[in-house]
């Protein structure tokens, strides 16, 4: 006798998520299946001051290495939004201003996070001709 076998929606919920954390990238079921179940987010940095800036981000898809971005440079990453994610990035804007801040955090509400590193700080530029909105940069752990 065959067992048969019920969830309810919340179970079978957890378990598609479950199992759609699993699947490879690089799996042609992959892309549609996760496309359709979780929202894919865009980071854009770009570098609007008058100098070299020295960045790393810990977005899963770089290398976590301090990098420079030239004046007028940009650097971007996508990524879905499963479960929560917070994506970091570190600058070194001076001697006085550098940090780290949430280059995505699901608080700041946006699909498309568009950021200007200027000489006076970073900037979240808002959509719709909304004015950029400046973001701290936590230093020594102040952001927890």
């Not at 949430?102 to 590193?117: F, G, N, P, Q, T």
Request: net charge neutral.
């Amino acid at each position: 006798m065959a067992a048969t076998y019920r969830c309810n929606i919340a179970d079978c919920a957890i378990f598609i998520i479950f199992l759609a954390s699993f699947i490879a990238p690089s799996s042609s079921l992959s892309i549609p299946l996760v496309d359709k179940l979780f929202q894919k987010i865009t980071v854009n940095i770009s570098n609007d001051a008058d100098h070299d800036i020295q960045f790393m981000c810990g977005d899963g898809v770089h290398d976590k290495k301090l990098h420079s971005m030239k004046p007028g440079g940009y650097m971007s990453f996508r990524f879905h939004d499963i479960m929560f994610p917070l994506k970091w990035c570190y600058v070194y804007l001076g001697e006085s201003k550098h940090g780290v801040f949430w280059a995505y955090a699901v608080k700041l509400r946006c699909i498309e996070c568009i950021w200007s590193l200027r000489n006076d700080g970073i900037f979240l530029l808002g959509s719709d001709g909304e004015e950029p909105k400046s973001h701290q940069l936590f230093l020594k752990g102040d952001y927890f």
